[in-house]
């Protein structure tokens, strides 16, 4: 708990700094008008964003050691899901992955922590593409669907090559 609080600490202070260095250059840019200006600005909002971001998360992390729970709300699954695959498939095009989303649309309101299930997505978003590096067909789905005891499944799938067989029994 002490350690999560100190890091916490220590990284929101560069953190903050680049949310602050992100703004303060993008209101520089912002009496340019042409095409190159405004992709700048895009990238820099995306940025800073994903700084704060990470802060909250850093804040989550700390807040869960401190009192061993998360922060949980009603959420819109489909958004959760289409946020993080948003950013988790940045650049997935130059991969040559075909990404497919199969939401279910009976199933949106759930309970959950928002910032830790969009990691988790992301995170395996992430490691489905690094999975599929070097095999022919690339193909990814995520999916929802209904699960046991009123709960939903959220599935990421890929077309890689799978786990080696001496690390699968782990």
Known sequence: ??????LAHEL????SAIANYMMGSRRLLE?????TARLVRDAMDKAA???????????????FVARGESEKRVESLKKLVEEAGALALVGVKEHGVRVNFRLDPAIDRVIADRVQIQQVILNLIRNAIEAMEGVP?????????????GMVAVSITDTGTGLAPEILPK
Not at 1 to 6: D, I, K, L, Q, V
Not at 12 to 15: I, R
Not at 31 to 35: F, I, L, S
């Open 1 to 6: 708990g002490e350690m999560a609080s100190a």
């Open 49 to 63: 964003e994903q700084s704060l971001r990470a802060g909250q998360i850093i804040r989550r992390l700390r807040d």
């Open 31 to 35: 009496a340019q008008t042409d095409e």
């Open 137 to 149: 067909r690339r193909e990814l789905v995520i999916s929802t669907e209904p699960a046991e005891d």
């Open 12 to 15: 929101n202070q560069p953190l």
